[in-house]
């Protein structure tokens, strides 16, 4: 079993939903009772008159940020338990006994909290905004606004650009350091790592600030930002070195999971 193989692959993903399948249910009723909180909230719900869907849209738009701010502390939370099913000895014994290859089971875990997470928020945000919807017909006589619809609006008239892919490449590092941070600590491992990423980037913050005074005040050199496509080329190929790296380091990390805890591998 040295080679990927898809099929065995989703053998271990599908186990994988079920294993976790408590967790799924609980994320996405989380996720689609927040998102229809925040809506309703933003809809006068309170105001027992006809309101037009002009005036609902309004505060429709002012939700959107909330929920954003909701998905994403969600989101930190949810890649971060990545082993949070293999607490006990038993379902790391089960882990190891699986019939597949290291790499297929890890691939397997970064795509159900990656990839799984999205659908997930997908699903919420439609299910809390029907949901929102429907009561808001009912309290302002017919009056409704979409989040759904907004969205759906704003995306076809976005044009691709290399901001999109920046912003990507960002989310691609961010999750990779949530799936280290995940596999690294494990027991607490949202709250550790949060914290483990506030101490890193305050530490490089302060290292970048040191360098660039000690330059500025102590040489003769200029500081400054490059651009054009030799520098875009370099913050692309930076942003995927990172994330890879993160990955890789994840990877060899769970490939040493043990039965007996070791306290370097599992703190």
Not at 60 to 75: D, H, N, R, V, W
Not at 209 to 226: K, L
């Amino acid at each position: 079993m040295k080679k990927f193989n898809l099929n065995r692959f989703w053998q271990v993903f599908k186990r994988l939903m079920l294993v976790r399948s408590n967790t799924t249910l609980y994320t996405f009723l989380g996720l689609a009772a927040a998102t229809f909180f925040i809506l309703l909230g933003r809809t006068s719900p309170f105001t027992m008159k006809p309101m037009t869907n002009g005036e609902l849209f309004f505060g429709i738009l002012q939700a959107f940020e909330p929920i954003t701010m909701c998905f994403s502390i969600g989101y930190f939370f949810f890649v971060s338990n990545i082993m949070s099913d293999l607490q006990r000895r038993q379902d790391r014994i089960g882990e190891i006994m699986l019939p597949a290859t290291n790499l297929e089971k890890f691939v397997a875990r970064i795509l159900y909290v990656s990839i799984g997470y999205l659908v997930l928020c997908i699903a919420a945000l439609v299910v809390g905004d029907v949901l929102q919807q429907i009561v808001s017909m009912v309290i302002h006589q017919g009056g409704r606004a979409s989040l759904i619809g907004v969205i759906l609006r704003n995306i076809s008239h976005m044009e691709p650009s290399i901001s999109w892919l920046f912003s990507l490449e960002t989310m691609l590092v961010f999750n990779a350091f949530i799936v280290l941070g995940g596999v690294f600590f494990r027991k607490y491992a949202w709250i550790k790592s949060l914290i483990a990423g506030s101490v890193i980037s305050s530490l490089l913050t302060g290292l970048l600030v040191a360098v660039a005074y000690y330059i500025d005040s102590q040489t003769d050199y200029e500081i400054y930002m490059p651009t054009g496509l030799g520098a875009d080329i370099a913050g692309h190929v930076t942003l995927w070195a990172i994330a890879g790296l993160m990955y890789w380091l994840a990877y060899k990390i769970y490939a040493r999971l043990q039965v007996i805890n070791n306290r370097w591998f599992n703190v």
